[in-house]
């Protein structure tokens, strides 16, 4: 039936379809431009840099990077992966963020339409962008996204709440006075940040008394008040739930193929030379050391909360 409706409004307005094929290009296209600026969060931030001055340029020969040489993707194309003065080698994170930018603001558009939330999830996956790759590349989650991205949130849940409505429920059982619905998005928006921190917080200190070591760092609880505060409480717990499965999962399977492919073999076997133990033990020991970075499974996870589980669950339950 709705098929149908939109063919016939194809046929009486013929420039519709076209103008619905033009927004997903422009998100794109606004997309890849964003993911750019992304690209310079991800460099600097970690450094403690200013992600406004200088300009792009060339860490070996720091020569400026041309206008022409700096458009997204294409520029790293039409250089092939190379500086155009002393042919250092650039990383294909650039164009490959730029591109998954690109293709989130449309997947963003597509779910969302022109609506405010498209503005508060277009900045929420971008956020989420630069921690995923922040984490992967030197395990830092930086305070200068997660406390402005908490306030983002916060501000974002006057208008656009998270779905639960727990503090709506919570008013109605007390009977209380249920105040506007704009402090019940702002009471939402809390109650996920404080819940999604104080779970991982309460794991990491778990972890400490077990395993007698640090197990994650603050960034990991920081990162879930700002998802909690743009997902709510029922966001920032399957959150924590995906990304802990993912992360086990890969975790799993690194460890694994490191010691099916030998990985530190010679030091397992020098240390077996001087008493410390067989050397299949000690392999197994040091490859189960290797350490993922949480705050990215954290990011994916909560990627799949806004994009995927609300496509997902209407169909596992019928």
Same mark, same amino acid.
């Given at each position: 039936?709705?098929?149908?409706?939109? $063919? /016939? *409004?194809? =046929? /009486?307005?013929?420039?519709?379809? !076209?103008?619905?094929?033009?927004?997903?290009?422009?998100?794109?296209?606004?997309?890849?431009?964003?993911?750019?600026?992304?690209?310079?969060?991800?460099? /600097?931030?970690?450094?403690?840099?200013?992600?406004?001055? %200088?300009?792009?340029?060339? %860490?070996?020969?720091?020569?400026? #990077?041309? %206008?022409?040489?700096?458009?997204?993707?294409? @520029?790293?194309?039409? +250089? /092939? @992966?190379?500086?155009?003065?002393?042919?250092?080698?650039?990383?294909?994170?650039?164009?490959?963020?730029?591109?998954? !930018? @690109?293709?989130?603001?449309?997947?963003?558009?597509?779910?969302?339409?022109?609506?405010?939330? !498209?503005?508060?999830?277009?900045?929420?996956?971008?956020?989420?962008?630069?921690? #995923?790759?922040?984490?992967? =590349?030197?395990?830092?989650? &930086?305070?200068?996204?997660?406390?402005?991205?908490?306030?983002? @949130?916060? *501000?974002?849940?006057?208008?656009?709440?998270?779905?639960?409505? #727990?503090?709506?429920?919570?008013?109605?059982?007390?009977?209380?006075?249920?105040?506007?619905? *704009?402090?019940?998005?702002?009471?939402?928006?809390?109650?996920?940040?404080?819940?999604?921190?104080?779970?991982?917080?309460? $794991?990491?200190?778990?972890?400490?008394?077990?395993?007698?070591?640090?197990?994650?760092?603050?960034?990991?609880?920081?990162?879930?008040?700002?998802?909690?505060?743009?997902?709510?409480?029922?966001?920032?717990? +399957?959150?924590?739930?995906?990304? !802990?499965l993912l992360g086990s999962i890969l975790g799993l399977t690194l460890v694994a193929a490191l010691y099916a492919f030998g990985w530190k073999k010679k030091i397992a076997e020098r240390a077996h030379r001087r008493g410390l133990g067989e050397v299949s033990a000690l392999r197994c020991t040091i490859?189960?050391?290797?350490?993922?970075?949480?705050?990215?499974?954290?990011?994916?996870?909560?990627?799949?909360?806004?994009?995927?589980?609300?496509?997902?669950? &209407?169909?596992?339950?019928?």
């Amino acid at each position: 039936m709705g098929h149908a409706c939109c $063919a /016939r *409004a194809l =046929r /009486r307005y013929p420039g519709c379809g !076209t103008f619905n094929a033009v927004i997903p290009f422009f998100f794109f296209l606004f997309g890849i431009c964003i993911g750019s600026f992304l690209n310079v969060c991800i460099s /600097r931030i970690p450094e403690g840099l200013s992600i406004v001055s %200088p300009g792009s340029r060339c %860490p070996r020969c720091l020569k400026p #990077i041309k %206008p022409y040489d700096n458009v997204p993707i294409l @520029g790293w194309l039409w +250089l /092939r @992966g190379k500086c155009r003065n002393c042919r250092l080698p650039i990383s294909p994170m650039y164009p490959i963020i730029e591109f998954l !930018t @690109g293709a989130m603001l449309v997947l963003t558009y597509h779910t969302f339409g022109l609506t405010l939330a !498209t503005f508060k999830f277009l900045i929420f996956g971008c956020l989420l962008i630069v921690l #995923i790759v922040t984490d992967l =590349r030197v395990r830092i989650l &930086p305070d200068a996204i997660n406390w402005p991205g908490f306030g983002v @949130g916060l *501000a974002f849940s006057v208008k656009v709440p998270p779905p639960d409505g #727990i503090a709506a429920a919570l008013f109605q059982r007390s009977d209380l006075l249920q105040p506007p619905a *704009a402090v019940l998005g702002l009471i939402d928006a809390l109650l996920g940040a404080a819940l999604g921190s104080l779970l991982l917080w309460v $794991a990491a200190y778990a972890y400490k008394l077990v395993r007698k070591r640090e197990g994650m760092g603050m960034g990991d609880v920081k990162m879930m008040t700002m998802v909690g505060a743009f997902l709510g409480v029922r966001g920032a717990f +399957l959150t924590i739930l995906l990304g !802990t499965l993912l992360g086990s999962i890969l975790g799993l399977t690194l460890v694994a193929a490191l010691y099916a492919f030998g990985w530190k073999k010679k030091i397992a076997e020098r240390a077996h030379r001087r008493g410390l133990g067989e050397v299949s033990a000690l392999r197994c020991t040091i490859a189960s050391q290797y350490q993922l970075p949480l705050g990215t499974f954290l990011g994916i996870a909560a990627f799949l909360v806004v994009f995927a589980v609300p496509w997902i669950f &209407p169909r596992i339950l019928g």
